[in-house]
């Protein structure tokens, strides 16, 4: 028993180094912060971080693979800037300006039921464009790095067609229950009209942003983990020629690894709009999005070679990312040293990452 723990901590060295950085650099923010441990902090702090999280989610899936996907950042803007059209929860006739052209939608579906069929809409973009990565991916015979930088290329050009100047509007009541606590988005969705109910007082302080990141984790991914293709995505990283001698679905499981990152990045597109009740085609974000997504795979353990991590990790990596910046807030550093800490914690973590190559003895076995 002993020794079986003692190699699982080997073989997720890197992922536990990740969450114990992640806690005593939090631990530490909370001590320093003016308001100290509260929820009002933890809330604002899991409202920045969202985004980056489902984004690194988005791009660990195909580095599974033994892949890169570039365009991550590229598809959560631009479905951001769908969002900004289809979460108004107006039934009223909309008119957009898609590129200095008006352009008349008559009347979108209204109240409850247009917010849900608008956030389903974006997700659903959020699965083809990544369903398109892997197919010209697969079918395509390109690089995954060079198809996706021209795929997002196109996802750009899409998000300022739709915006080429920032604006829309999301509806008030959805931006305010799933930016804030649970204990608003039990009154904002009226579950307990009469008061909260006593057993709900100690859960009503927990962000909504981090339930969701948790079920998003549990419900999609875990599974998806646990079947066939979720498995033979990792054995392409780890072996591919391996993986196709054994009759796994290869071809299936890159599409699907893509599709899934489209997903990851639609939800992130998705909250990103409802946390800034607009949408902006902002390139620059776009691609501070898609680097800060490959830091944060490689902080939270995941090897750019394929076949070892998972999203989990990730998503630690993605919370070290953001509360370095939170530091630059509490002890007002300049935003200009923020890329320098950053980099020296991304070199931090693929140096841990490489100390497995002093190891080997052979170095054949470097080679998969």
Known sequence: MPSDIALRIRQNFAFLTSVAIFCLIYLFYHLVHPKGFSSAVMVANSDE???????????????LAAGLDLSVGALMTMVDCFASYLLSGSATPVDLELAGVGVHLGALPGGTAGIVAGMLACLVIGVLAGLLNGLVVVYGRIQPIIATLATGAIYLGVALFLR?????????????????????????????????????????????????LALIVLLVWVPFSRTVTGRAVYAIGSAEGAAYMSGLPINRARIAAFALAGFFAGCGGLFLAIQTSSGNADIPQAGAYTLNSIAAVVIGGTSLLGGAGGVIGSVFGALILRVISYFFRVF????LLQPLFEGIILLAAVSIGALRVLRVKNTLELFR
Request: glycine share 8%; hydrophobic share 50%.
């Open 49 to 63: 971080a969202f985004t980056l999280a489902l984004v690194s989610m988005a791009q660990t899936v195909p580095v």
């Open 164 to 212: 080429p100047q920032p604006g829309g509007k999301i509806d008030e009541d959805l931006n305010w229950a799933l930016t804030n606590s649970l204990g608003d988005f039990a009154s904002t969705v009226h579950i307990f009209d009469d008061g909260a109910a006593p057993w709900f007082a100690p859960f009503s302080g927990v962000p909504t942003p981090f339930v969701l």
């Open 332 to 335: 007002d550093i300049a935003p």
